[in-house]
């Protein structure tokens, strides 16, 4: 079991950035590929970013390429989005989660309970 928790979020001006934390309870976290996920109101779920156990890989969905970050430090089981030039449209409840990959899929298993961004104009 993986409990999952975010922090991080607020209320930021466009063009400015903001850095989410993910801190994973349990000694297993370090075996996890852990992603990033968000949530606009009355959207779907999308992917953000995820990062291999060891995070020597790292993939980004094209809208926040060049402008986020995600990194993990398995010494203190948590993970990171640094989000820099932020825009209204990255406004989104952010999730992390913790998945296993099998064969180019990751299945994510856990997911924490999200942390609010909101990007103003």
């Known amino acids: 079991q993986v409990q999952l928790v975010e922090s991080g979020g607020g209320l930021v001006q466009a063009g400015g950035s903001l850095r989410l934390s993910c801190a994973a309870s349990?000694?297993?976290?370090?075996?996890?590929?852990m992603g990033w996920f968000r949530q606009a109101p009355g959207k779907e779920r999308e992917f953000v970013a995820t990062i291999s156990w060891s995070g020597g890989s790292t993939y980004y969905a094209d809208s926040v390429k060049g402008r986020f970050t995600i990194s993990r430090d398995n010494t203190k089981n948590t993970v990171y989005l640094q989000m820099n030039s932020l825009k209204p449209e990255d406004t989104a409840v952010y999730y992390c989660?913790?998945?296993?990959?099998?064969?180019?899929?990751?299945?994510?298993?856990?997911w924490g309970q999200g942390t609010q961004v909101t990007v103003s104009s």
């Open positions: 989660a913790a998945g296993v990959t099998v064969v180019s899929n990751t299945k994510y298993d856990y």
């Open positions: 349990g000694r297993t976290f370090s075996t996890y590929d």
